[in-house]
């Protein structure tokens, strides 16, 4: 009983001083070269949408440079 309360006791203290050995550590740092990201993204209903507008104030300003009547009727 004696020996097997010393052997419990001696596995316990390697257990500790193996636990203790083990020193987790979790190391942040930033990287030497810079972060780069490649992002495609589509753009082109933004460009149909300004070019639309572009068109709106042109015939707006001259609606008889596209055949439009100049009071908006249409015939």
């Known amino acids: 009983m004696k020996q097997r309360t010393l ?17 987790p550590t979790v190391k942040v740092q930033a990287p030497d070269k810079p972060i ?3 992002m495609n993204i589509r753009i082109e209903q933004e460009v149909r949408v300004k070019i639309d507008r572009e068109l709106d104030d042109v015939f707006a300003r001259n609606p008889e440079l596209f055949g439009i009547p100049a009071d908006g009727s249409t015939k």
């Open 7 to 23: 052997q419990q006791g001696a596995g316990l203290g390697l257990m500790l001083a193996a636990v203790a050995a083990c020193s």
């Open 36 to 38: 780069e990201i490649n």
